[in-house]
C-alpha cells in the first residue's frame, strides 16, 4: 500500500516523508513515538517545578510586548495558585490583541525557570472558556522532519495502526516464542499496537520512561537487528583490501618533532595500534576514545602522517564548521610544508570548484565537514578517512564518507574518534564493528576544573565573578540549555538571556552564538572570542563538541540540572583548555529531585569522563529519557545504549545463537529495522 493511500497525505508529503526514511506504510509502522505528551492532566503553576513539560490553565491577567530588538509578547497567567509567563517570540499582533486579560487559556510546553519565575516558551495553546475535554490516553510524539507537522504523523500513524488491528498487515513475528515467553515479552504485533496508542489504563510512568514491555519487546528486535548488521559489516570489511601504508620512524619522529609537547603513554600506544592497522593491507576499522582534551588531534595527525609519507589521500571531517576551521589552524602547524585544503558548506560556485580541483589532484590533506562527502566530491587516491566527534554523525553521513575512495574490493582506512564517555563494556556494544583504542590518561599539568553548584536565587553573586574574571583578562561562557528540540527556540532564548545580560554589564563586551546564526557570522564571533574580543559568550549547546579557546576560565551553564552528565561534561570541557585555574558554575533551580542531585554532585566530584559516563549508566533510570538528547545516541531510532544496557546484554546473546541456528531469521530482522543495512553490508 503506497502511502499517499492514506488521507492527508500527497504527493508532496509523501516525499517529506521519504526523507525521514519512510517509504511506505511499513515504515510508518515502525516509526515509534519518541515520547509521549501527557495531556490528560492539567498542573497547578505552583506545582511546576519539577516538571520538564507540563499542562496549564488559567486566567490571562495580563498580556504585553516587550520592547526591544525582537519584541516578545509575554502573557501572564494566574490559576489561583500562582502566575506564570507565557512567551512567544514569534507573533501576529493579532495573537496579541486575541490574548486579552479575562480570558481563559490552557497551554501546554517546556516548562523552563526563566529570569523572573515560572515560564512556558511558546506553548501550545487554547483560549476560550470552553476548553476541549482533557485528551483520555497518552498522545504520541514522533520524530519528525521539516515540513512535517507532527498532528499529520499523528494522523496518518493513527490510520496505519487501524489497518493493522484490521489484520491488513502480514507481520511476521521473528523473536523465537519460547524467548517471548520466558521474557514476558508482548508479541510483535501487540507491542506495536500498543506504543502508538497506548490505552487509557497504561502504565504511563513506564511508558515515559520507556520501559514498558511493549517498547522493551521492540527495542530488543532493533538492538539485535544491530548486532546483525554489524557483524554483517564486520566480516563484509574483512574481505576487503586496503592500500598498506607502514610508517617509517624517521617520518613519525619528523611530525613529533615539530609538536610543543611530549606523547603521553596512552597517546604513544594508541598511535602505535593505529600505526600497525595502516601497516596491513585490510582496512583499519578503529575507534579512538578519548575523554575531552586528552589529544586526540594529534594522534590523528599521526595516522595522516603515515599516508602522507607514502603520498596518499587523508581526510578529516568535524561535526561543525567551527571545529572544523580549528582544526585546520592546527594541523597547518603539524604540516607546515603541505598545502592544506578546507572544504565547507561555506564554499561555493567558483571557489567551491577550485577547492574540488584540488582534492580531485594534488590536496594530500584534506579537512572539514559534511560537505566532503556531497556526491560530486571526488578524491584522486583517498587512502585515510577520519572523523571527528563521531557521535556527531548520523549513520548515513558516516556511510557516505566511508564509501568515499571505494570500490569493489578496496576501501580507505577509516580512523573514528569520540569523546563520549562511553563505559568501555559498552562501546563495545555498540560498536561490535570496530577496533578500540583508548587515551586513558590526560596530558600533564592540567588543572582541574574547579565545579560549583549555585542555585538559581543566588544568580546576582555570579555577576561579581563573572566581572572579576573579566578584569583578570581571562573570559567566560554562558549557556543557555534550553532543551526543546527546536533550533529556532533554542535561539531565541539565548537571545533573550543575551538582553538581560547586557543589562547587567552594560560596559563588557558580550557576544551570542547559537545554531541560527549563518555560518560567517558564527566564524566571526568565535574569532572574535578567541581574540578576546569577546569577554563572555552566552551560547547554545552548539559550542559543545571541540571548540578549545584556553583563554577562557569560566562556565556558567544554566539549568544545569536538565542535562545529562555526559552533555554537561563535554560543555564544561570548554574550559580548563589552558593553564589558568578554570571554574565551571553549574546553575540548578531547586528543590532538585534526587536524581539530578546526585548528576550535579558528581559533576562537583570529578572531572573524569570515564567515571562520570559510568555514573551516567547508573542513574538513567526512571524519568530520564524525556528531554534527553536522542543524538547523542548511537544510532538508534528507538533503543539507548546507555538506559538500556541490559537489553543490549541480551541481544548480544540472542544475536550469537541467531546467527549460528537462523541464518535466514537474522537476514530478516535486519531488513526489517535497518534500512541502511544494504549500505553497511556494502561497506
Ligand atoms: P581532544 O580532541 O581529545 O578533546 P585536543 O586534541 O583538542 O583534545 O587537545 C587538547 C589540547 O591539549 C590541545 O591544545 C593540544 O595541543 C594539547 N595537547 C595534546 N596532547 C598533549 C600532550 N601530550 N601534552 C600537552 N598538551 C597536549
Ligand atoms: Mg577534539
Redesign the pocket.
Known sequence: MELTELKGIGKNTAEKLSQLGIDGVMDLLFHLPLRYEDKTKITPIEDLIGFSYAQIEGEIVKSYVTQGRRPILVCEVDDGTEVMQLKFFNFYYSQKIKMSSGLRIRAYGEVRHGMYGMEIIHPEFSLGEKQPALAKSLTPIYPKSEGISQKLLQKATAQVVELLRKGGFDLQELLPADWLVKHQMPTLFDALLFVHQPPPDADVSKLLDQTHPAQQRLKIEEILAHFLAMHQARSAVEQLYAEALPIKDTQRKKLLARLP????DA?NRVVTEIHEDMARNHPMQRLVQ?D???????VAALAMQAALSHGKQSVMMAPTEILAEQHLITLKEYFPDENLVFLSGKAKGLHRAEILGQIAKEARIIIGTHALFQADVEYHDLALVIIDEQHRFGVHQRLKLKQKGQTDHNMPHNLIMT?TPIPRTLAQIAYANLDISVIDEL?PNRKVINTLLLDNQKMPQLADRIRHACERGEQAYWVCTLIEESEHLRAKAAEDTFVALKEWFPDMEIGLIHGRLKSEEKQLIMNRFKANEIQLLIATTVIEV?V?VPNASLMVIENAERLGLSQLHQLRGRVG?GNRQSHCVLMYQSPLTENAQIRLQTMRETNDGFKIAQQDLKLRGPGEILGTRQKGSMEFRFSNPEQDAQLFEQAKIMAKELLKNQPGICKKIILRWQKQAKELAKV
Open positions: 609537547f611530549q606523547l603521553t597517546q578519548g575531552v582534551g586528552s589529544g586526540k588531534t594529534v569523546a596530558p571541540g578549545d583548555r
